[in-house]
C-alpha cells in the first residue's frame, strides 16, 4: 500500500488531474445512469449516458437528448452537481474537503491546484480556491434569487419556478449551456431582463477567476484603489474578452442585416447579436435557433468558440490570453521586434513557445475531428465544423446535429470536449516527453522559409 502511495505521489500532476477528471467523469456516468434520475420509462444507451456525463464534466453542453423528458427533478439535481464540480475544477472542491476535514495541502496538492487552475507558481493557491469557491457559490446564489423569483411569472407553482431560477443560474454561470425548458433560452427571446442576467453570469464565469478575485481585492483595499495596480494576466484578458464580445457582436449586427436580423426593431437585433456574441465565450445557451444565420456569421461564431473563454475560468478553447499573445507575436514580428512588448511589459519567451504550441495542437486536432466527422457523418462542412468547434470551446451551441451523430461522431466530440476541458497544455505536457537538459549543440544552419 505505502509502494502504490509513493509511486503515485511520483505520477506527473498533468497525468493525475487527467485521472481525476476520468474518475469523475465515471462516477457522473454512474450517477446519471440511476433510475432514479431518469424520468418514468426512459431508456438510454452507454454511449448516450457517456456522451451527456462528459458534456456535463466539461461543462459543454452539447446533448443528444432532452433534459427535462429525460431527468426527473433528481436527476437535475445530480445534473447541477455534476455541472458544478466540472465548472469550478476538481482541485476547488478537492481542496474544500481537504480543509473541511483538516488534511494539510503539502507541496504535491499545490502542484494539482497549480496544474488544475494554470498557475505559474505555488504561492496563495489555498487562498485562490477558497476565493473561487467562495465567490462562484455566492455569482450562482444571486442569480438563482433574480431569476427564481423573476419566473414566478412565468411558471405556476414557486417550486418550478425557483428550480429553473436556479438551475438557469448554475448553467450559465459555468457556462454548461444544460436547460431545462426544453428550448434554452428562446422561451425569453423578447424577455431583455432574463437575457440581461445571463449575460452577466456567462460573463463572470468565463472571464477568469483570478480577474474575479482581483476585482474583489480591489473594492476591498483602499490602498489598491488608491493605486489602481492590476496584474497583466486580468488587463490583457479583461480587454481581450471584451473586445471579442463587441467584436462578435458588431459582426452579427452587419452580416445579419439582410438576413436574420431583417425587419426586427433595433433592439430586438442588439440583444440578438449581443447574446449570440456573449454565448460564444462558452455559454452554449441561445435565445434562437443558430442554424438560421448566414454561413459567414457561422464562421464568425466557430472562431469566437475556438478561441473561448479565459483561462483558470469554467471554459475552454485555446484561451482568450493564448489568442491574444499569438496577435501580439505577429505584431511584433512585422515590426521586426524580437520580444513581445505589452502595457510596459516583456512576455517570458516561454510563455509566447507555449502559445503557439497551444494554437497549432488546437487547429490540428481540430481539423483531423473535422476531417474523420466527414467520413463517418453525413452533415455538411459548416455544421461538423460548427460541432467541432462548439465541442472543443466547450461552448454547447449547435446546428442541431448532435443527437444524430453516429456511435463514431459521439465518440469523437466526447474527446474533443474532454480535451476542451482539461485544456490543449495540459494535453501536451501529458503527451511531450521531458529530457534531461541539453549538454551539446549541433552545427546551426539556415533554411529557406516562405
Request: charged share 10%; glycine share 8%; hydrophobic share 50%.
Amino acid at each position: 500500500m505505502l509502494k502504490e502511495k509513493i509511486n503515485f505521489r511520483k505520477l506527473p500532476p498533468t497525468l493525475i488531474i487527467v485521472c481525476f477528471y476520468i474518475i469523475a467523469a465515471a462516477i457522473s456516468v454512474v450517477l446519471l445512469g440511476l433510475p432514479i434520475a431518469l424520468q418514468p420509462g426512459v431508456e438510454w444507451t452507454f454511449i448516450d449516458v457517456l456522451f451527456t456525463a462528459v458534456s456535463a464534466i466539461s461543462v459543454t453542453g452539447l446533448s443528444v437528448v432532452s433534459t427535462p423528458d429525460t431527468f426527473s427533478t433528481t436527476g437535475i439535481f445530480i445534473l447541477m452537481f455534476i455541472l458544478q464540480f466540472g465548472g469550478i475544477g476538481v482541485m476547488t472542491l478537492g481542496t474544500f474537503f481537504w480543509l473541511l476535514f483538516g488534511k494539510k495541502i503539502g507541496l504535491k496538492e499545490r502542484q494539482l491546484i497549480q496544474t488544475d487552475q494554470n498557475q505559474s507558481t505555488l504561492s496563495g493557491l489555498v487562498r485562490l480556491m477558497r476565493n473561487i469557491l467562495v465567490i462562484i457559490t455566492f455569482i450562482e446564489l444571486i442569480g438563482g434569487i433574480l431569476l427564481g423569483t423573476y419566473f414566478l411569472t412565468y411558471f405556476p407553482t414557486w417550486q418550478e419556478a425557483y428550480l429553473q431560477g436556479f438551475f438557469a443560474s448554475v448553467s450559465a454561470t459555468t457556462n454548461a449551456g444544460f436547460d431545462i425548458t426544453g428550448e434554452s433560452l428562446i422561451p425569453f427571446a423578447h424577455d431583455y431582463f432574463v437575457q440581461t442576467v445571463n449575460i452577466i453570469l456567462l460573463t463572470l464565469g468565463a472571464i477568469g477567476f483570478p480577474v474575479l478575485i482581483e476585482l474583489k481585492d480591489y473594492f476591498n483595499s483602499r490602498n489598491l484603489r488608491k493605486t489602481g495596480h492590476f496584474s497583466l494576466y486580468t488587463k490583457l484578458t479583461t480587454i481581450v474578452f471584451f473586445s471579442l464580445m463587441i467584436i462578435g457582436t458588431a459582426a452579427i449586427l452587419l452580416l445579419e442585416a439582410n438576413h436574420f436580423l431583417k425587419n426586427k426593431t433595433w433592439h430586438e437585433s442588439f440583444f440578438y447579436a449581443l447574446f449570440q456574441s456573449s454565448t460564444t465565450r462558452n455559454g452554449g445557451l441561445a435565445t434562437m435557433d443558430v442554424s438560421q444565420f448566414s454561413e459567414p456569421t457561422l464562421l464568425v461564431i466557430c472562431v469566437l468558440m475556438f478561441i473561448g473563454a479565459s483561462p483558470s475560468s469554467v471554459g475552454g478553447g485555446v484561451r482568450t490570453t493564448t489568442f491574444a499573445i499569438n496577435i501580439l507575436f505577429l505584431f511584433s514580428f512585422l515590426r521586426g521586434q524580437k520580444v513581445v512588448k505589452v502595457f510596459r511589459r516583456e512576455l517570458h519567451n516561454d510563455d509566447v513557445l507555449k502559445s503557439l504550441a497551444i494554437m497549432i495542437t488546437a487547429v490540428t486536432l481540430c481539423s483531423i475531428s473535422v476531417i474523420l466527422l466527414l467520413i463517418s457523418e453525413p452533415f455538411s462542412l459548416m455544421e461538423i465544423i460548427f460541432e467541432v468547434c462548439s465541442a472543443f470551446g466547450t461552448t454547447g451551441l449547435s446546428m442541431g446535429i448532435t443527437a444524430d451523430l453516429s456511435t463514431t461522431g459521439k465518440i469523437i466530440i466526447t474527446l474533443l470536449m474532454f480535451i476542451g476541458r482539461i485544456g490543449i497544455l495540459s494535453l501536451i505536457f501529458l503527451l511531450s516527453k521531458r529530457g534531461n537538459p541539453t549538454l551539446y549543440h549541433f552545427p546551426k544552419e539556415r533554411v529557406i522559409i516562405g
